[in-house]
């Protein structure tokens, strides 16, 4: 869909479907959000603004827990080098909650999934798989890996909380009876 576009090699995303683009991140959210609908596209090519539309294709994509649902397919990657995006202390605060919100949502839709018996529990690992996951993740690069603890961490809070007797969640309980 890209080249069909006219999108080449070198391109920058600056806006699509009338949302900026600041991140990769938010032109692949707009493109997965809408298969099959033509978007227009501002795209920077050297010194050029160009306007174009593109048709994300439609495709079967699993979410992180393996649930299909169609999303849309644009063709591109970002360049090979890495942008250090620098946010004020709110900005920078506000990003950091959502992103937790999102982990969270995850976590405890895993959760509900193992109980319904929609995720087998050998999706489930132990304290070998957590080290595998963590070294897999600093062989990639030191943001992955602390996204992947952080990740960790907040997996841990909230099992933490169900309310069993022998964790935190079980001990509030009892207290608020």
């Known amino acids: 869909?890209?080249?069909i576009a006219g999108v080449l090699p070198?391109?920058?995303?600056?806006?699509?479907?009338?949302?900026?683009?600041q991140l990769y991140e938010d032109a692949i959210r707009v493109i997965q959000e809408n298969p099959g609908v033509s978007l227009p596209i501002k795209l920077q090519r050297a010194n050029k603004?160009?306007?174009?539309?593109?048709?994300p294709e439609k495709r079967v994509g699993y979410d992180a827990l393996k649930r299909?649902?169609?999303?849309g397919f644009f063709g591109v990657s970002p360049k090979g080098t890495k942008t250090v995006y620098r946010f004020n202390i709110i900005d920078a605060f506000t990003k950091a909650l959502v992103k937790a919100w999102e982990m969270t949502s995850?976590?405890?839709?895993?959760?509900?999934?193992l109980l319904k018996g929609q995720l087998p529990l050998s999706a489930l690992g132990g304290p070998i798989m957590v080290v595998k996951a963590a070294s897999d993740q600093i062989n990639i690069g030191l943001q992955n890996f602390i996204f992947t603890i952080a990740f960790l961490s907040v997996n841990i809070g909230v099992f933490n909380l169900i309310p069993f007797p022998?964790?935190?969640g079980g001990f509030m309980i009892f207290l608020l009876l």
């Open 49 to 55: 603004v160009i306007l174009t539309s593109v048709m």
């Open 68 to 71: 299909p649902s169609e999303t």
């Open 166 to 168: 022998a964790l935190d």
């Open 106 to 113: 995850l976590v405890s839709s895993a959760f509900i999934m």
């Open 10 to 21: 070198g391109d920058r995303i600056l806006e699509i479907n009338g949302t900026h683009v």
């Open 1 to 3: 869909p890209a080249e």
